[in-house]
Each structure stands twice: as structure tokens, then as C-alpha cells.
């Protein structure tokens, strides 16, 4: 995981989307079966972060802010103190965690849209969403409206969409409020048209993906809902049903997901203290049980989650043996790639759509997740080199399918 960049309460988050640091890569395109891909403009080691970027749109998702994940509005910063996100999680109010002062949480700096009363972690955000998109989509006195246009899309979508999540109509939506609003429109418009297209056939597919057996019912339902909400005569062709299908296919291939925790960040915060050998044993012995009970409780729902779009990020192609990943160790949707090896100028930097146990299967079943999630099939070193393997799933992959490591476990618990 990258090292923490320092505490940002809304630096560097204004309206146009860039980067927080000076970037190491660049956009090329490849061919027209492949597009695009990052490649290193310079030499990159291991551990360096390649770049910081914050996205052109995001949004929590609409499942996890109803269940209390409680997160800025723009930039989903956790908004929860470490000691009440863990109270939460862990269903127990009486938790104290020791060395509170490690937790990063500033409420004293947390404000309010004063007509419908989201919260932001900052006045910085707050100002950074009204002059974005939020004009558009303050719902004001009728946040509690279950018949105001915005909240009829939500609840459609909810309905729709069970966790675990994977998108947000939301995400859409602030798209659209983002161009409505604009001075320059046809400067967003062209930077949301710079994310990957698929073909019709292709938007279907991530369309049934996202919204299972009935969904060309459902699409066209949102579809309604969307247009009811926020139709735009500039951006009419988002509003036809082929157009509303490539919108949800750019999102449902380009939108990376982002996870935010107060905890997780006490945690580290708590890794990095010099304490004598006794008093380190106790705080990770009280650490480790403390996410065991957790996840008794919460299962694997222990971050505010949502998405974005990363004009850099979605550059980059997958591979099985990724040479970078993603994280957010600034508690915020400022996305970090981390070089995971040493990489040379003029070479491709690729993460992997596959998390770590998945990566470890074979590559049958790599490409079998590949194919029904991202609709292509991988051509990797890793997956080159096992092309001879057979092409079937054996049954002691499909019962380790759900297992975890506990450390593995406890890992991806905290690296956020």
C-alpha cells in the first residue's frame, strides 16, 4: 500500500478532476482490439507512488449511505471517528479504542448543504460539489420526498441493485448535473467520451451483469426514472435507449470502486508508533481480535464504498501478474498507483481486475471471471505461459474458491 500522502480536508478536490502529483505515466493507444494503455514515461521503482489522481465524477453507493456508512458527499471521506465506525461495526457502543489521538478525523471542519443537509468533510468540498453538480441535484426540503424524481431513481435502482455493490445510478446522474451545469460544456462531454466504448452487443452484456435476468425491463425503467430526473437537451443521446445503454456500459467497465475508513487509517496510524515491545504485542493482539469480531458481525461491509471515474486510472489494462495497484490511504477518493516492482521506462504499467485469491487460480477460471465481468480474455505472460493447461475447473479450486487466509483476510481489511 502507498504511504500516506498527508491528511487533504478537501485540498486540491476543486471542480475539474487532475492530478495531485507530478505523474510518471502516459496514455498510449495500442490497437483497436486493445485501446489505450499507461505506459512509464520515466523509471519507476518499487514502491513509488506512479501518480495521484483524483476522479472526473464519484458518488457513495446508494446501499452503503443507507446503512449509516457515513462519508462526505463529494469526496467520501469517512466521516465517523475510528472508535464509532469500529462501535458500529462491531454493534457495541460501550468500545473504547486506545490511543484515540491516532484517529484523523476532524469534525470540528465537517459542514452541511444548508437546504438538504448532506454532509461534507470539509467547507472546501461542500463548495467543490455546489459548484460541480450539486445545484443540480440538491434534492432541498424534499430529501424525505418519496415521490421527488431523484429519490423515485434511487429507490428503482436499490431495488434493482442488492450489495454487494459494484455501481451507482448516482454516479450517472452526477455526470449529467456536472455537464448541466458547466460553463464549458463541451469540455466535460469530451472528457466523459474518453472513457473505453463497447460495442451494442457488449453494453447488453454489462447491462445483464449489473442488472441480472430482467434487465432490459429494469434498463428501461431507469431509463424513464433518469430521464424524468434529469433530462438535458444538449445531452439528449444519453436519454435514448441506446445512448442510456453506453452510459451504463462506461460505467460498468471504467468505474474503479473506492474505500474509505476512519478505522483502517487509526490502524495504520497505530502500526507507525514506536512502542516498547510489550505495549506493541498488546495493541496488536487487542488489533487483531478486534477485526476478528468485526467480521463475525459485519462480514466483509467495513468501508464506505462507492465509485469514480479515473480519466488515468482507466488507462490501464489488467494483467495476472500486475506490476501496480490502486489504494486510498488518504481517506478520501484520491487514488494513489503504486508501483508492487520496479518498472522501466517505456514499459506498460498494468493492475489487475482480480483480487489476490483469484489471481491464484487457474487460468481458466481467471478468464472464465474476466469474460463475464470485463468481456475480454487475457493475454498476459502469466495466462501466454499456462495456455497449455487444461480448461476446466477442478474441485478443490471451486472449494477454495471462498476460502481466506485470516492474515490475507485481515489485509484486506485495512488496506484501503
Not at 459548484?131 to 441535484?137: F, S
Not at 478505522?263 to 505495549?279: F, G, K, R
Request: glycine content about 6%; hydrophobic content about 35%; some cysteine.
Amino acid at each position: 500500500m502507498a504511504a500516506a500522502a498527508g491528511d487533504v480536508h478537501g485540498a486540491a478536490l476543486g471542480a475539474r478532476p487532475g492530478l495531485g502529483a507530478a505523474a510518471a505515466a502516459e496514455a498510449r493507444f495500442i490497437s483497436s482490439a486493445k485501446g489505450k494503455g499507461l505506459f512509464a514515461t520515466r523509471s519507476i521503482r518499487k514502491g513509488e507512488a506512479v501518480f495521484v489522481e483524483k476522479p472526473v465524477v464519484s458518488s457513495q453507493f446508494l446501499w452503503n449511505a443507507l446503512y449509516n456508512y457515513r462519508a462526505c458527499d463529494h469526496c467520501l471521506r469517512a466521516l465517523e471517528t475510528a472508535e464509532e465506525n469500529a462501535q458500529r461495526l462491531l454493534g457495541r457502543s460501550s468500545l473504547v479504542l486506545p490511543h484515540p489521538e491516532q484517529c484523523s478525523i476532524r469534525k470540528d471542519l465537517h459542514q452541511q448543504c444548508p437546504r438538504c443537509q448532506v454532509m461534507y468533510c470539509s467547507a472546501e468540498c461542500r463548495q467543490a460539489a455546489l459548484e460541480q453538480y450539486h445545484q443540480v441535484l440538491c434534492l432541498g426540503p424534499s430529501r424525505d420526498d418519496p415521490t421527488h424524481p431523484l429519490n423515485k431513481l434511487q429507490e428503482a435502482w436499490r431495488n434493482m441493485h442488492y450489495p454487494p455493490e459494484t455501481s451507482s445510478i448516482m454516479l450517472m446522474a452526477r455526470m449529467v448535473a456536472t455537464v448541466k451545469q458547466a460553463k464549458d460544456k463541451d469540455w466535460w462531454i469530451k472528457a466523459f467520451s474518453q472513457f473505453c466504448s463497447k460495442t451494442a452487443n457488449e453494453e447488453e452484456e454489462i447491462a445483464h451483469k449489473l442488472l441480472g435476468d430482467k434487465f432490459k425491463g429494469q434498463l428501461e425503467l431507469l431509463r424513464l426514472l433518469f430521464t424524468e430526473a434529469l433530462y438535458d437537451e444538449q445531452l439528449s443521446r444519453w436519454f435514448t435507449p441506446e445512448g442510456f445503454r453506453s452510459l451504463f456500459a462506461l460505467v460498468g467497465t471504467n468505474g474503479q470502486g473506492i474505500g474509505t475508513s476512519s478505522l483502517s487509517q487509526w490502524v495504520h496510524a497505530c502500526d507507525a508508533l514506536d512502542l516498547p515491545m510489550l505495549q506493541r504485542e498488546e495493541l496488536d493482539a487487542f488489533i487483531d481480535q478486534l477485526y476478528k469480531d468485526i467480521e463475525k458481525e459485519s462480514g466483509e461491509f467495513l468501508n464506505c464504498e462507492g465509485s469514480g471515474l479515473y480519466m488515468l486510472q482507466s488507462c490501464c489494462n489488467h494483467s495476472c501478474i500486475p506490476n501496480a495497484e490502486t489504494s486510498f490511504p488518504d481517506n478520501n477518493f484520491l487514488l494513489y498507483l503504486t508501483a508492487l516492482e520496479d518498472i522501466e521506462a517505456g514499459e506498460e504499467i498494468c493492475i489487475s481486475y482480480l483480487d489476490c485469491c483469484q489471481r491464484e487460480r487457474s487460468r481458466h477460471s481467471r478468464n472464465k471471471i474476466l469474460r463475464e465481468n470485463y468481456l475480454f480474455t487475457c493475454s498476459c505472460p502469466k495466462c501466454l505461459a499456462q495456455a497449455d493447461d487444461p480448461d476446466v475447473t477442478s474441485d478443490e479450486e471451486e472449494e477454495a474458491e471462498g476460502e481466506t487466509d485470516d492474515a490475507e483476510l485481515e489485509d484486506e481489511m485495512t488496506d484501503v
